[in-house]
Every structure is written in structure tokens, then in C-alpha cells.
């Protein structure tokens, strides 16, 4: 057995040389000093092969348009099978690698790693990091949600502010006139043909140089004691590898990546932030106003990244020990420091708005709509009324689409069609009241089919909280997602300013949280009242 | 570089050799399991909430006279993928004294659109040549299989149409 499965290694390599080449590859000499600091680079492209494999999955069920990008990618969290774990893969996995790259980068840079005769490496390096940092902001705008658009309609503005160039850069990406059909043809053709091919090439050259050069030796490296490759640093790297794919693989299968509402360009009252790596830039763009801007949105991303490029030609000391390197570390200190603290002041200047994940319920379409629409949802599955009427699909029923066309029946026909449910029961006579028979009336005046439709998959603990808000009436005092009256504060963000206890002390005994208040106590069951602070705390914030 | 290397110090590299790459295998198995479970279920398993056909109305199946059998249009909506489209769709309906019987539209040989052969009292696929008698059953062709039926209730005059089921086996 073992003969045979030798002699075809053999045939396949006497006539490929494939066996061969992986062996010297993984023979090849490296400095005895090599260990953990040098696994980056391997965990770097082991995440770049990730990406492209989640991406490809992903493009066989996404439709790249503005009109069907977003429902696509529903389709695909919701539906597909597997398909939310492959969308986490590729959402955190771009994070990571980002992480990835800077720590390779940091390693590369504190042991002068690019160095003579390394230059060339080094600047393939940086080009690599631009490649990846083009890949998150074209990656963005893909989803086609309110956070995907106007996170793009800033960044396409800045590149419009660039001197001399931006006009054409602008035009480029298809968004002189705004973020639209063609900037999204842009970036998803950006995303998913241009870069990889641009970054497989550089990958293929940056590890040819590395091959070339010889990983970097230390100063205690004499020539003569050097090591393999394989097995040990081979198994450094694999575990390296190993270790932070479990990372993803757990944040893919807990963390839920974020998808928002629809894009919706009319929305005055949306506060774009773009992703976590790049808050220091748009920290930094504050600082500078008018006139000014473009140096701090262009001209000194530009400088800063000139400046990486130029290191190894303005560093031409010797091999040094990293803790000998005053300078360097110094560099790096002040760098990690300069980027936390503007990326904590952006984070915390960032107004809590959409209820992302807040007390893990994610922000959803539903969060939008008023409670009143929210509790007729419920009523219209209670009376089945789906028995006689469709809201977009399925086949023809007995009563007419309701999706279609907001109905042009009066207010009074409706409330006796709702009494007697459109006459199917005859002697079950329908137990809505007056209150009930209203908001099943507003539910069904929305226009948007596709709305109603992802409304009626909303958690069935909401709509019972909507509907305790409904019946309570708490709408004659409160508003909610504008909805309501203005006698007592807006419920939205409530979360952010009281606790849960004190809702619930405030419920029994309103006069002894807030005294003058002229809200009544009320006295909810213990499973109502966890339902209604859910609901009200999984409110967006306005 | 020829160092001697004692026999026995050679063992035991060679022994770390072997657990150095059988952990590498593991940990490399351990991640292409990990991606490849999400990614067969996400290519060979079918989507959730593919909500099926639900019951259509055909049309009146008053007028079908017997031994003629008719061929009913009508519109449906299809769930497909992100998107609900809809979309004409038919049956040929069949009715005798006793029952009504309607047939998918497609030829159970390979998907093509079959008409009634007047002349011969025959349902004919023009694709292969495939021949069914009234009752579906497959009289010449390559047909392994009879005409396939819709789930069917008939609420008065008015012919409901469900799934099509799939007929069985070979029969002549």
C-alpha cells in the first residue's frame, strides 16, 4: 500500500514537479530566530483565501443592484441554509483582517524588517494594506442599507475634495451625482473583480520577495545555524492560523452582523458612521473645518501613508535588537496611542441611534413602525384573515390583495367587515374592540407590500407587547417612533436613559420615581411587563 | 552540511516530525470541516420559508365536455429566490361523469410542453414523440411515466389546483 501511494507521488511529480516544489518550499532556510512574531503574514493570507471563498459563496445568492442587493442578502440571512454563518464569515472576517495586516505590519516595522534589501517587499506591503483597506470601503455599500449608503455618500464626498484629482475620482466612482446605480456597479465591480485580481498579483510578488530575500534574520542569527521552514515554524503558523479562524468561526456563529433598514436617501434624521477601522479618520476630520478640510480628510491620509512607504529608505541603520529601537517603538507607541484616542472620541461622540443589537435585539424594519401598526399585525393573524386575503403572495384567494393597493373602502365598511370577519363566520362574531378594530384599520393602510410581508415574520413576544401598549393607552401620553401624543417624554431611547428596575418601579409607583408626574400606576403581570420593557427598550433611538 | 546525527537523536526528530505534521493535519482538517459544513448546507440544502404553491383557482370546469379534454390558464404567484413573481401556469383538465382530472402542463419525460391530438384522441409530446392515452397513461414514446396530476378540489363550478404530484413507475 505504502509502495503504490509512493509510486504515485512519484508519477504525478516526475510529470508535474508539484510534489518537489512544495517540498523546497517548505524546506526552505530560515533564521533559527524565527517563531511566533512571524505567523502574521501566513494568518494574513490564510484570511485573504477565507474572503474570497465566503465572497464567492455569497455572490451565488446576491443580485448586485441597488433594487434587490438588500432583499438579496435577506434572502440570504434569512433563508438560505447556512447562509447567515457564510455572510458572518465575510463580515467579521474582513475585520480581522484588517487586525491581521496591522499586527504584520507592526512585526515588519519594529524588526526593521524592511530594511535593504527588503525595500521592494515592504512597499508591496503597503500597496496590500491599501488593497484591503479598498476592499472594506467598497465591501460597505454592497448590503444596501441606510448604514451601506450614506456611509458612501461621505466617503465619496471626501474623495471629491481631493486637489486637482477628486472630480475624476468622483466620476470614477460613478457618484458625482450622488450614490447611486452606477456607484454601486463601481464598487461591486471594485469589490469583486479588480481588487482580488490586484491583490493576488501583489500577494503572489510579496511572497516571491519574501522567498527571494529570506525572511529577516535577527541580530543573534549567526549564518551558520539556520532552521527549516518545516515542521516547527510550519506549525507555529498553522496554529497561529488555527487560533484566530476559531475567533471568526465564534463571532460568525454569535455576533450578528449588522444589517439595517433599506437605504433610504430621504432620511434626514440617519447619522453615518463608517466602520470601526476607519473612526480615527473621521475623528481627524473634525478638526479641521471650511477651507481647511481637505487636509485632514485628503492630504494627511496621503502624507501618512507616503511616509509608511518612504521608512525603509529613511531607516538605514543596522540590525538591531527590537528593544534597542527607541525610535521605532516610540513610533509605534505614539501610533497606537494617537489612533485609540481618536477612535474612542469618535465612539463616543457617536449619538446612540439605531437599537443595534441593543439588549440583543437587533435592529430590524419593525423596530420602525408605530406600535399601533405593530399590534394589528397580531390581530391580523388572530382573525385569520390571511384565510380570504393575500398581502403580496401567494395564489389568488377569495378577498382581494391587500399588499397591492392601500383600500379605498370607508372607514365604517371596514369596521363592520373586520366585526363579522368579512362575513366567512357567520356567528363568531369577531372579539376586536373598538380600540383593536382601529389599529388593524392602520396596519393596513401601509403601502408597501414587501413591508407587510417581512412584518408579519416579526417575534410574536413584540407584537404582544405592542398590543399591551395599545391597550393600555399609553399612546394618549407617550410617542413612539413618532407615533402618539406629546403629554408624557418620547419613549424612543429610553433604554439609554433609565434602567430597567426603575421602568418597572416607575410602572407601580410613578409619583415616587419621577414625583409630579401625571402618569398613573399601573400593575402589569411579571411576564406583560417583561414583554412591554423589551419592547420599549428595543426601540430605536431618535 | 553533513553532520553525524546519533542514531538515537535522529529517532526522536523523526518521531517529533510525525506528531508536528499529524497536528497539522488535525488543525487543518478541524478548519475545512468548519467552513465546509456551512458551505454544503448552503449549496445543497434548500432555502427556509420556500413557501410552496398554495391552492389556485383554475377557472370554471362547467363547460369541459367529456372525452375533450381542455386546456385551463391561469396566474399564480412563485416564490423565487428574494423575489415573488407571478407567472402563467396550466393544466389540461380531463372530466368524465364520475370525476375531473387535471394534468401538469410538462411531459414527464423531460419537461416538454404536450398538446391534445385531436386527430388521434391522444395526448402528444412533440419534443420525443412521447403518447398518452386520456387517462394519462403512456401509450408509445420514451416516457417512463404517466402524466403527472395536480392536487385538485372542485368547489361547485370552480376547479382548485394544489401541487403537482409526481406519478410512479413505468406503465403501459
Redesign the interface.
Known amino acids: 500500500m505504502r509502495t503504490s501511494a509512493r509510486a504515485v507521488t512519484q508519477w504525478i511529480d516526475r510529470r508535474t514537479g508539484l510534489i518537489s516544489s512544495a517540498r523546497t518550499f517548505l524546506n526552505e532556510e530560515i533564521p533559527a530566530s524565527s517563531g511566533w512574531p512571524q505567523v502574521f503574514g501566513s494568518v494574513a493570507l490564510f484570511l485573504f483565501l477565507v474572503q474570497a471563498f465566503t465572497g464567492i459563496l455569497l455572490a451565488l445568492n446576491y443580485a448586485p443592484t441597488p433594487g434587490e442587493a438588500y432583499s438579496s442578502l435577506r434572502f440570504i440571512i434569512n433563508e438560505v441554509s447556512g447562509g447567515r454563518m457564510i455572510r458572518g464569515l465575510h463580515h467579521w472576517g474582513a475585520s480581522m483582517m484588517i487586525v491581521v495586516v496591522v499586527l504584520h505590519m507592526l512585526q515588519v516595522f519594529l524588526y526593521g524588517a524592511y530594511r535593504k534589501p527588503r525595500e521592494a517587499t515592504w512597499l508591496a506591503g503597503i500597496a496590500l494594506l491599501l488593497l484591503v483597506l479598498g476592499f472594506g470601503l467598497t465591501g460597505y455599500l454592497l448590503p444596501w442599507d441606510n448604514r451601506a449608503y450614506w456611509g458612501t455618500v461621505v466617503t465619496t464626498q471626501i474623495m471629491g475634495q481631493a486637489p486637482f484629482i477628486g472630480k475624476y475620482v468622483q466620476r470614477f466612482t460613478g457618484a458625482e451625482n450622488g450614490v447611486g446605480a452606477v456607484t454601486f456597479a463601481r464598487f461591486y465591480s471594485l469589490h469583486v473583480l479588480i481588487l482580488p485580481a490586484a491583490t493576488t498579483l501583489l500577494i503572489a510578488l510579496h511572497v516571491y520577495l519574501v522567498r527571494r530575500h529570506g525572511v529577516t534574520p535577527g541580530p543573534s542569527d549567526n549564518r551558520t545555524t539556520r532552521k527549516t521552514f518545516y515542521p516547527q515554524q510550519a506549525l507555529k503558523d498553522v496554529v497561529a492560523i488555527f487560533v484566530a479562524f476559531s475567533v471568526l468561526f465564534l463571532m460568525a456563529a454569535t455576533v450578528q452582523a449588522p444589517l439595517e433598514r433599506l437605504a433610504d436617501p430621504s432620511d434626514a434624521e440617519y447619522i453615518p458612521r463608517p466602520e470601526w477601522y476607519f473612526l480615527f479618520l473621521f475623528q481627524t476630520l473634525k478638526f479641521f473645518e471650511g477651507a481647511l478640510e481637505p487636509i485632514g480628510s485628503v492630504v494627511l491620509p496621503t502624507l501618512t501613508v507616503l511616509l509608511l512607504a518612504l521608512v525603509p529608505f529613511l531607516d538605514r541603520g543596522q540590525i538591531r535588537r527590537v528593544w534597542d529601537r527607541k525610535i521605532a517603538m516610540g513610533a509605534v507607541a505614539l501610533g497606537i496611542v494617537g489612533w485609540t484616542a481618536l477612535t474612542a472620541a469618535a465612539v463616543l461622540t457617536t449619538p446612540k441611534q439605531a437599537s443595534q443589537s441593543l439588549a440583543g435585539i437587533s435592529s430590524q424594519e419593525w423596530n420602525y413602525v408605530s406600535p399601533d401598526e405593530l399590534a394589528g399585525v397580531g390581530y391580523f393573524k388572530r382573525q385569520q384573515c390571511g384565510k380570504c386575503h393575500n398581502l403580496v403572495e401567494g395564489a389568488p384567494k377569495a378577498g382581494p390583495n391587500l399588499g397591492l393597493a392601500a383600500s379605498t373602502k370607508p372607514e365604517a365598511w371596514k369596521m363592520t367587515h373586520f366585526k363579522n370577519n368579512g362575513g366567512m363566520s357567520a356567528g363568531h362574531a369577531s372579539e376586536l374592540n373598538s380600540v383593536e378594530l382601529r389599529v388593524l384599520s392602520t396596519f393596513l393602510q401601509r403601502g408597501a407590500p414587501e413591508e407587510m410581508v417581512s412584518l408579519l415574520d416579526v417575534p410574536e413576544e413584540m407584537i404582544t407587547a405592542a398590543q399591551i401598549y395599545v391597550r393600555q393607552g399609553c399612546s394618549n401620553c407617550h410617542k413612539v417612533n413618532d407615533a402618539g401624543q406629546d403629554a408624557g417624554p418620547v419613549l424612543n431611547g429610553l433604554m439609554s436613559r433609565r434602567s430597567r428596575e426603575w421602568v418597572e418601579k416607575h410602572f407601580a409607583d410613578p409619583q415616587a420615581m419621577s414625583p409630579g408626574t401625571s402618569m398613573p400606576p399601573y400593575h402589569f403581570s411579571s411576564a406583560d411587563q417583561k414583554l412591554l420593557v423589551d419592547y420599549l427598550f428595543s426601540l430605536p433611538v431618535r | 552540511m553533513s553532520l553525524e546525527i546519533p542514531v538515537e537523536q535522529e529517532k526522536r526528530i523523526f518521531e517529533?516530525?510525525g506528531f508536528?505534521?499529524a497536528?497539522?493535519s488535525t488543525?487543518?482538517a478541524?478548519?475545512i470541516s468548519?467552513?465546509g459544513?456551512?458551505?454544503?448546507?448552503?449549496?445543497f440544502?434548500?432555502?427556509?420559508?420556500?413557501?410552496r404553491?398554495?391552492?389556485?383557482?383554475a377557472g370554471d370546469v362547467s363547460q369541459i365536455g367529456e372525452k375533450t379534454p381542455q386546456q385551463l390558464t391561469f396566474?399564480?404567484?412563485r416564490?423565487d429566490?428574494?423575489?415573488?413573481q407571478t407567472e402563467q401556469a396550466s393544466a389540461w383538465v380531463v372530466k368524465n361523469a364520475k370525476q375531473v382530472t387535471a394534468f401538469g402542463p410538462a411531459c414527464p419525460h423531460l419537461g416538454c410542453a404536450y398538446h391534445w391530438d385531436k386527430s388521434r384522441d391522444e395526448f402528444l409530446c412533440p419534443c420525443h414523440g412521447s403518447r398518452f392515452s386520456i387517462d394519462g397513461k403512456v401509450l408509445t414514446g420514451p416516457s417512463a411515466r404517466p402524466l403527472d396530476r395536480y392536487e385538485i378540489q372542485v368547489e361547485g363550478t370552480r376547479l382548485w389546483l394544489g401541487q403537482v404530484r409526481q406519478s410512479k413507475g413505468s406503465q403501459t
Open positions: 517529533r516530525r508536528i505534521s497536528t497539522i488543525l487543518g478541524a478548519i468548519a467552513i459544513v456551512p458551505t454544503c448546507l448552503y449549496l440544502f434548500p432555502a427556509r420559508n420556500q413557501r404553491n398554495q391552492w389556485v383557482d396566474r399564480q404567484f416564490r429566490g428574494w423575489k415573488v
